[in-house]
């Protein structure tokens, strides 16, 4: 028997036993109260510190399990953490383990050049490719999962049918365990599965139409109606222009701006209209969220130019797509998909918690401040910065902070969907230490200890960095 | 000579280090109903809290029949409480609640019914065995947090101002009702108020208290007419007493700021002419409209009750007194009135008020 | 009034008619592509896990489950049918009594005797809709030779961990949450920032010590080891003291004037009334536990027997790397428990997180 099994007996004895008879000699039970009995026994240490140190020792006793189980499974092992970062050997008897100094931390420091991992040691390759990887997928994770967390609470707080549903919903992912989302994601992303099927589907249907005689008519006139609506709709209010439907009318000059692809008379590729086009929509939104008074005038000028780009092109050959060919999403090397897929993955998984985060700031925003802001006529847009975000900001904090934690820790979702490839694409810190100590025939913990010493630090660093950013609104 | 149902003896209480209680003294005899009564945070409510044994005092002792209590759980002092908030169990009905108490003392089955049905019986509260407290209307759970405390058979009840969570109304009600329960139940009541009118009404005896000091003890009446010092005159009493201040010659002489000059019947001598201040309750003065009078005030404001007339008026130096008739007469605001005062009725207070002068041929009511 | 007015109009009252404007459009829009997001997966994993194996190796995009009928031929023994269209237009079941040629050599399921040459092209498969229940049947009852996922030893200890697991953290977190809002005493502020110092301790960084310490312990590869650790958690004990703040100091001093030990007043008054955080973290520890996935990784690999749901799915799916019907279906049932439970109580947990203010 080891020594936790003959301890957890002896007190057990100990509590059953003691407790028993120091709670019938003090007090009398009839039949009915055994469940009374019960739980006085399971408080027998509390009852026990009362009655020796009076209500003073009864904190104390409370306390007892919590911190010890906090003090041997927490605090221990960040300490120990320290003492096996030094010691090599595979010896999991900590005896055992050979005193290397810093031999371990110097391995991961060997490198030829500290700006390409390929140069350093195995150790180092290892440690800093997870952790370039892990940076990289920080810094696109983090704003991707709080922007789509604050953005769905926002929809959901408004006053909708079903809000409850929606809710429900959204959540419905964090539930699924990391395995279950793996399998179900690697058989939607699998190169005959479900999503490629879609793609070739839907590019084989776009292409038969828009081989239809009249189509090219048909679609740029619908499309110019669609368009006259939506800033005919912005427009129409007597003030200022509507945001929501200035919102719909960017988003169609988008549209037709990057298959208009004005840039490329200038010689440039597709895509570079696609971003000149995002941000002159995103420019009109401003426009007209803060009420600027030429914002009505550039709606009409954008309607204009959309006019011109929708006559130039009128749809012609815009749907007709190469032959598609089916993605292997999570393996190609060398395409991002497998990193585009992670971020999916785990935005997908984990934004419903955040999201009910942020939907309780949200909802403890008095609604009298909005009442208050209407009868100023304050405008949506404005309500939305002078009263929503300043007020959820403490949570917003948290909610950054936590996804920040959490995504520095991603590893289920990687192992188990790209196993950290293709090649080293998507290996993650994590990873490194996990396949350092538990995996090999050898395992070099001291290595992986010392991995996850540096890891703490970059963790540490990175979070008070974000609290020092946004002290002023956390309040902390 | 038997023993206090009470008794406090220097009683001192910081918290860190700021002090509370600067030393209490104070016995309390069986069957009494005492009120401890003071503006805000005075200490009174502490004061409470230490009998009961929820805090513990710094330093001092506290006697029970005799029996020095310092270091007996509150549990186990024979006392029940009535808390501000009632503090009912929210997750009880009103029976659980009731005999949380005396399960927890292993009473047998038969007599915790026995007077769980008692205090419903005497409290009007059967119906309300079933019900959970947030059912119940504000009196209802008034009711239902005495009865907790009378399932105890306590030897002292504590009561934490219990009604200043009810409208006026249902005080009124309650506070009669509290009245009987005392007279029916002969217990020792100990009652906590900030409300001067609880206190006259309720108490057999009143002790004021202020920052953490008695100021007076004693009956009602005894100190509504005899305040030892300027706070507790003002403190009893509505509408409030007024204070004017002026000058007390070693003859008997008041030359009083406003104007007022009159001779008074000291019951001591002054070494020299003091400074000192006039309590005029408001009812002593007497009001002529013609301007005839010992002086003339201006009238500011008025309020007609029917059976009383409050009249605001201000003297000429800036200083204000309020007037109460027992009778309706016609008035108008600016107007110059007559005031006749009654000298056998005056308080005295030297300097600032910290004490009262005696005054012979006080005609005490 | 309009006809658009008329059609878009939420509301009864035409006077207090509220109509649907652009900013609803988006909003349904945005939540509309969401659900679809988060369900069409879900839903099709679903549907392809009651494919037959066939029509998955196959990935057959098809909604239903179709497979090919199979008849018992006498003399031929378990053939799959196709169906046979002539020149004509009659259609006839046969099966193929030869290799699949240009022409190829069938007979009619009811005259296996009498062969004959069709072409390919006119043979269509003769197919069903049949609910593949052997993807579920056979690993989860050992047939079929599918006896590495042993899925109710799987079951029990994820079960046994989550419960007891849960159990725990909630006695244990609510006696610190209640000694940290309850009691003023020597050290309160030492132990609230110590836990607060655990908050800001991410797991993954203190595994390679955790499984030095857990080792000492004896407690490596059993399910202890995966139940001890986590059970203290940081957020529970912040979650409960946060809430039990807001019960009435009053109510413990009128438990106390009523003679009840200091246990029996946090038994008694202070848990049913912290129900509300309770339900919350209780809710919280299920997902935690029930979904644990690094750690019991590393601590249960070993022993097979010991494996949770989880590990077994991972090592079920590593081995069957081609089957995908049984990894589907497997994947189908260890997320049934979890989604039943969310459907039961998805308003409550919600509602509840978001009221708690997991702050």
Redesign the interface.
């Known amino acids: 028997m080891?020594?936790?099994?003959l301890a957890s007996l002896i007190i057990g004895i100990l509590w059953l036993g003691g407790g028993t008879l120091w709670l019938l000699t003090r007090?009398?039970y009839?039949l009915a109260q055994i469940p009374n009995f019960a739980?006085?026994l399971l408080?027998f240490p509390?009852?026990l510190a009362?009655s020796l140190f009076g209500?003073?020792g009864?904190?104390?006793a409370?306390?007892l399990?919590?911190?010890l189980?906090?003090g041997?499974?927490?605090?221990?092992?960040?300490i120990?953490?320290f003492?096996?970062s030094f010691t090599g050997g595979s010896s999991?008897s900590?005896f055992d383990r050979p005193w290397v100094g810093g031999a371990n931390y110097s391995a991961i420091f060997q490198c030829e050049s500290y700006f390409d991992p390929r140069t350093c040691s195995n150790e180092g390759f290892s440690f800093w490719r997870g952790m370039a990887n892990t940076l990289m997928f920080v810094a696109i994770q983090v704003p991707v999962l709080c922007a789509a967390a604050l953005?769905?609470a926002l929809?959901?707080n408004?006053n909708?049918v079903g809000r409850?549903f929606?809710?429900?919903?959204?959540?419905?992912?964090?539930?699924?365990?990391?395995?279950?989302i793996a399998?179900?994601?690697n058989?939607?992303l699998?190169r005959?599965?479900?999503l490629n099927?879609t793609l070739g589907d839907a590019t084989g249907v776009m292409t038969a139409l828009s081989g239809m005689a009249g189509f090219d008519m048909v679609a740029t006139i619908l499309f110019a109606i669609l368009l006259f609506v939506a800033s005919e709709?912005t427009l129409r209010a007597a003030a200022d222009p509507?945001?929501?439907?200035a919102?719909?009318f960017a988003l169609l000059f988008v549209a037709v701006f990057t298959w208009a692809s004005p840039l490329r008379m200038v010689g440039f590729q597709a895509l570079p209209s696609l971003w000149l086009g995002l941000a002159l929509g995103a420019g009109l939104v401003w426009l007209v969220s803060t009420a600027h008074p030429a914002a009505r005038w550039v709606v009409m000028g954008f309607t204009a130019v959309a006019m011109a780009l929708l006559l130039t092109i009128q749809f012609d050959a815009v749907f007709s797509f190469e032959r598609f060919r089916p993605v292997n999403w999570l393996v190609t090397p060398n395409t991002g998909w497998p990193f585009f897929w992670l971020i999916f993955v785990f935005t997908?998984s984990h934004m419903g918690f955040y999201m009910?985060?942020l939907?309780?700031?949200l909802?403890?925003i008095p609604s009298d401040l909005y009442e208050a802001a209407k009868m100023d006529a304050t405008k949506?847009a404005r309500a939305f910065y002078r009263i929503t975000l300043p007020l959820v900001m403490p949570?917003l904090v948290?909610v950054l902070v936590l996804s920040l934690?959490r995504s520095?820790?991603i590893?289920?979702e990687v192992w188990?969907l790209t196993g950290g490839g293709p090649g080293r694409e998507t290996f993650m810190i994590?990873q490194h230490?996990?396949e350092t100590?538990?995996t090999g025939d050898r395992p070099a913990?001291g290595s992986?200890?010392a991995g996850?010493?540096l890891?703490?630090v970059v963790?540490a660093v990175f979070?008070f960095f974000q609290l020092f950013i946004t002290r002023r609104q956390s309040g902390l | 000579m038997t023993a206090h149902a009470l008794e406090l003896k220097h009683i001192r209480k910081s918290w860190g280090a700021v002090q509370v209680i600067h030393g209490i003294d104070l016995q309390i005899e069986e069957g009494e109903f005492v009120v401890f009564v003071g503006p805000s945070g005075c200490g009174k409510s502490t004061l409470l809290r230490l009998i009961a044994g929820l805090d513990d005092p710094s330093s001092g002792d506290i006697l029970l029949q005799d029996r020095r209590v310092n270091s007996v759980p509150a549990s186990e002092r024979g006392l029940s409480m009535v808390f501000q908030s009632y503090a009912l169990y929210p997750h009880m009905t009103v029976r659980q609640n009731l005999s949380f108490g005396l399960e927890n003392l292993r009473m047998a089955k038969e007599e915790i019914d026995r007077r769980v049905d008692d205090a419903a019986t005497l409290l009007q509260i059967e119906m309300l065995l079933a019900r959970r407290p947030g059912q119940l209307s504000g009196g209802q759970r008034q009711r239902v947090a005495i009865g907790r405390a009378i399932v105890r058979e306590p030897q002292i009840f504590l009561f934490d101002e219990p009604l200043s969570n009810l409208d006026a109304e249902l005080r009124l009600q309650m506070r009669v009702e509290i009245a009987n329960l005392h007279a029916q139940l002969g217990n020792t009541m100990i009652y906590v108020t900030h409300d001067q009118v609880e206190a006259m009404t309720m108490a057999n005896r009143i002790v004021v208290l202020r920052a953490g000091k008695i100021e007076q003890v004693g009956k009602p009446l005894e100190l509504y007419n005899r305040p030892c010092n300027k706070f507790v005159a003002g403190f009893l009493g509505a509408p409030q007493m007024n204070f004017l201040s002026g000058n007390l010659a070693p003859d008997g002489t008041l030359t009083m700021d406003c104007g007022l000059k009159m001779p008074v019947r000291l019951g001591e001598t002054l070494s020299a002419a003091e400074k000192c201040t006039l309590g005029l309750r408001p009812e002593t003065i007497g009001v002529s409209l013609e301007g005839a009078g010992d002086m003339t005030v201006k009238v500011q404001n008025f309020e007609q009750l029917g059976a009383v007339t409050y009249i605001y008026t201000v003297f000429a130096n800036g200083e204000t007194l309020t007037v109460q008739l027992a009778q309706q007469i016609p008035l108008r605001r600016g107007q110059d009135i007559g005031v006749t005062f009654d000298p056998t009725r005056f308080h005295i207070f030297a300097g600032e008020g910290e004490r009262a002068l005696l005054l012979h041929g006080r005609a005490d009511a | 009034m309009g006809l658009a007015t008329f059609l878009t109009r939420t509301k009864g009252n035409p006077d207090k008619a509220d109509r649907i404007g652009a900013a609803d459009l988006l909003a349904y829009g945005y939540l509309a592509l969401g659900v679809l997001l988060i369900l069409v997966p879900v839903l099709w994993t679903f549907l392809s896990s009651v494919k037959n194996e066939r029509a998955v190796s196959s990935f057959d995009t098809r909604l239903l489950p179709m497979s090919q009928v199979e008849r018992l031929i006498e003399g031929e023994g378990l053939k799959t049918t196709w169906i046979y269209t002539d020149a004509a237009g009659n259609t006839q079941e046969v099966f193929k009594a030869g290799p699949t040629r240009v022409e190829t050599d069938v007979a009619a399921i009811d005259d296996p005797a009498n062969v004959f040459k069709v072409p390919r092209t006119q043979l269509e498969p003769n197919e069903e809709i049949r609910i593949a229940t052997e993807n579920y049947l056979d690993p989860i009852l050992g047939r079929n030779g599918q006896t590495n996922f042993t899925f109710f030893t799987y079951l029990f200890n994820s079960v046994f961990v989550t419960v007891v697991a849960t159990l725990i953290t909630l006695l244990i977190n609510a006696m610190a949450a209640f000694a940290l809002s309850k009691y003023q005493f020597r050290g309160r502020l030492t132990f609230t920032i110590l836990i607060v110092a655990t908050l800001l301790i991410p797991s993954s960084i203190i595994l390679v010590s955790l499984f030095f310490v857990v080792w000492s312990f004896g407690i490596f590869g059993s399910l202890w080891g995966v139940i001890i650790p986590a059970a203290a958690t940081p957020t529970g004990v912040f979650l409960l003291r946060q809430y039990m703040l807001t019960i009435p100091d009053e109510l413990l001093e009128a438990a106390r004037m009523d003679a009840a030990s200091e246990w029996r007043i946090f038994w008694r008054i202070v848990l049913p009334l912290s129900l509300p955080a309770l339900s919350v973290l209780a809710i919280l520890s299920v997902i935690w536990r029930w979904n644990d996935f690094l750690w019991p990784l590393i601590v249960l690999i070993s022993d097979p027997s010991a494996h949770t749901l989880q590990i077994g799915l991972t090592t079920f799916s590593g081995e069957f790397d081609s089957q995908f019907h049984y990894i589907l279906a497997m994947t189908v049932v260890s997320l049934i428990p979890i989604t039943l439970v969310f459907v039961w109580l998805q308003r409550f947990i919600t509602t509840g997180i978001a009221t708690t203010g997991l702050k």
């Open positions: 080891s020594i936790a099994g007090r009398r009839r739980m006085d408080g509390v009852e009362q209500r003073s009864v904190p104390y409370l306390l399990p919590n911190m189980i906090f041997f499974f927490t605090f221990a092992p960040m120990l953490n003492y096996v999991i900590l953005a769905t929809v959901v408004k909708l409850g929606w809710r429900a919903m959204f959540f419905y992912p964090v539930m699924l365990s990391p395995v279950v399998n179900i994601w058989w939607v699998h005959k599965g479900i099927e709709r509507s945001l929501a439907w919102g719909l997908w009910l985060i939907l309780a700031g909802q403890a949506p949570t948290v934690i520095f820790q590893f289920d188990l994590v230490i996990y100590a538990f913990y992986a200890a996850s010493v890891m703490a963790i979070t």
